[in-house]
């Protein structure tokens, strides 16, 4: 697809490093450089670096990999790390990227400034599912507050609905979305996963309307039930339209902010000129401890590993659940999500969430985050989300009493 109608006016503007273009020279054996201004790895503060994994492996950073991780690296990723996240790609989602699909980020939430950097000016707008994830709104919002909401069920978002949308808009003549933004699987904050129907309709919709598709799918394998994985949008699509965000989050380490856009070669070429900008590249030493991570594990053993961590979700998943059946109303409606950290109530109509935790949160001492967060409008005042992904056992049942006894204190005042 020709992305250049959809590119923001900013974007025309990015030009490569003069000096990190020459990086790939700089590192050629033999090579004499006078180029770039790295601080000499002789000054580094660090001599080695023992890495004990949680699964028993353990490995050593020291010498010329100390070097590589103290010093700065190229911008699309840390060479020993690509062909890990290759391999790894191609094992989970079936599809092989080339070398330069891929961008390393500073965690998903870059790629989600990034994509709004590189596509929205002040007029644009974005479609998405709603409720939405209140850290893309806010990347968003740094650009355009022009948001079309779609709203979503137990299957994910409505695509009927996004392609009615649009279709209205079509006819009066109205401007269309630059992308539409979708969380596939674990829908944060609804829990929900979008149905293979509905990939392919999405995919469908995006290739009528000329549209990108933002992939963003740090839940994927967050998985509470034994059940194979869907297709992403990005194996499903033929025309180059999706650019997709992986991230290791919720799978190895937040903190290390560490995390993938993978997608059309000239998007991602974008994507790495935005980078250079904006901080260089993804810090070396936390792409090191990956590598060190996949150098000693297979791509089975990780995922057998994460399938292993995700019994505590279930189990806290499974407990909350229990506990919201045995103590909260039946007017209050929640999906049981399959995937993903998030419980989300529906609650009567004429309830106000924000009123309700700024009451009686303190007082109760339950905390559950209001719905108007997640979104565009700062509606859905009456739903709230509960993720059970760091509570501990013993303290769900009294969460949820205290959570129903918020309910009824908001029904009196009502
Ligand atoms: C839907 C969604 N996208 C992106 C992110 C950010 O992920 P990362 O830690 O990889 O930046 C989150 C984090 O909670 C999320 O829920």
Known sequence: MNIHPLLAGRTGGLKPSPIRKLNPLMRMPGMISLGGGYPNAQTFAFESLDVVFKSGRNFEIRDKAMDLACQYGPTGA??????????????????????????????????????????????????????????????????????????????????????????????????????????????????????????????????RYDLLILEDDPYQLVQLEERDLLPTLQSLDREGRVVRLDSFSKIFAPGLRLGYASGPVEIIGYFQLYKQGANLHTSAMDQALLTGFFANHTDEEFRALIRENCRIYRRNRDAVVAAARKHLPDDVRYHVPAEGMFLWFEMPAGFDADRMVESDGLDLGVLLVPGSGFSTTAGLKNYMRASFSMIAPEQVEEGMIRFARMIERERKRR
């Open 78 to 207: 840390h060479a020993d790390l690509k062909p890990h996240i290759i391999k790894w790609h191609a094992a989970k989602d079936g599809v092989e990227l080339k070398d330069e699909q891929i961008q390393v980020l500073n965690g998903a939430q870059e790629g989600l400034h990034t994509m709004a950097y590189l596509f929205l000016d002040q007029n644009d707008s974005v479609a998405l599912s709603e409720p939405a994830y209140p850290g893309a709104l806010g990347a968003f919002r740094a650009f355009t507050e022009r948001f079309i909401p779609v709203p979503l069920d137990a299957q994910g978002m409505i695509t009927a609905e996004l392609e009615r949308i649009l279709g209205k808009r079509k006819t009066r003549g109205e401007s269309l979305p630059k992308f539409i933004y979708e969380v596939p699987n674990g829908h944060n904050p609804a829990g929900v996963s979008l149905s293979l129907e509905r990939r392919s309709h999405l995919l469908q919709i995006a290739s």
